[in-house]
Every structure is written in C-alpha cells, then in structure tokens.
C-alpha cells in the first residue's frame, strides 16, 4: 500500500513541476513576443496578419484541436512546408494566396476565408488545392486556383 502511494505522489509532484515549468500563459506570452496577438481561445484566438504570423502559428498550433486562429488580413505565402491541422481556422472572409496547400491533413476547422493557389498538390493518392486529405470541416471558403 506504502509503496503504491509513492507512485502516487511521486506521479501527481511530476505534474506539478512540468506544469510549473511549461505554463500555457508561457506558451501565450512566447506567441505575443513574435508578434502573434491573442490568446488561442475561441474568445481570444491567436491573429494572423501577416505570412511570418501564419507560419509560426501554423507550425507551433496547427495540430493541437483546442487552439483558435483567426486571419485579420489578406496575406500571401511561398515556401511554406504543410503539416497537419487540427485547430479552429477563421479566415474571416479574407484571402490566403499560396504556391502549395495549408494542410497536409485537414482534422480541424477552416471557414469563412478565401485561398487562391497557383499550383494545385498532387500526389499519387490524392489532388488538392487547400489540403490533401480532409477529414475535417471546411465551410464557407472559396478556392480559386
């Protein structure tokens, strides 16, 4: 018994010391210091207005499903590497243009935003503009390609 409690504590005092170490209003305030505003909520999401913003939002954010992302201006990327996305996308009705797809794998959510891309992906599974596979939502949002 004595030692199943140990495991215990010892467990729960790990926790309190990775949380301690790695806190979500670090993970913010890291955001914030390059320039990425909000918080990541729904209420409060991280704001992209620029393609560095999108990039490093993307790249850090993309696949973790409790983060909100939301585009305040038309931007234009090149040379961004797609991962998989899982996060809440608002696009607010403006426009990304790109050379490649934003996801590799959509699980998320985008919606209400336009994506012009120059080169449509292809693959020897799948063809697409915005991602490759979608097992995700995708509403209100416009291709053009």
Do not use: R
Not at 68 to 96: C, Q
Request: negative net charge.
């Amino acid at each position: 018994m004595k030692s199943k409690f140990k495991v215990i504590l010892s467990t729960v005092l790990c926790y309190m010391i990775l949380l301690e170490l790695f806190p979500l209003s670090y993970i913010t305030a890291y955001a914030q210091n390059i320039g990425v505003q909000g918080g990541g909520t729904e209420e409060n999401p991280y704001i992209v207005e620029t393609a560095d913003d999108f990039s490093f939002v993307m790249s850090n954010y993309g696949e973790m499903p409790e983060i909100h992302i939301a585009l305040e201006n038309d931007i234009e990327i090149t040379g961004f590497v797609p991962g998989n996305f899982s996060a809440a996308f608002n696009g607010n009705y403006h426009k990304i243009k790109s050379d490649i797809h934003i996801a590799e794998k959509n699980t998320g959510i985008f919606k209400n935003l336009y994506f012009e891309n120059t080169n449509s992906y292809q693959n020897n599974y799948s063809v697409g503009a915005f991602c490759s596979v979608n097992d995700g939502v995708i509403s209100n949002t416009f291709v053009q390609t």
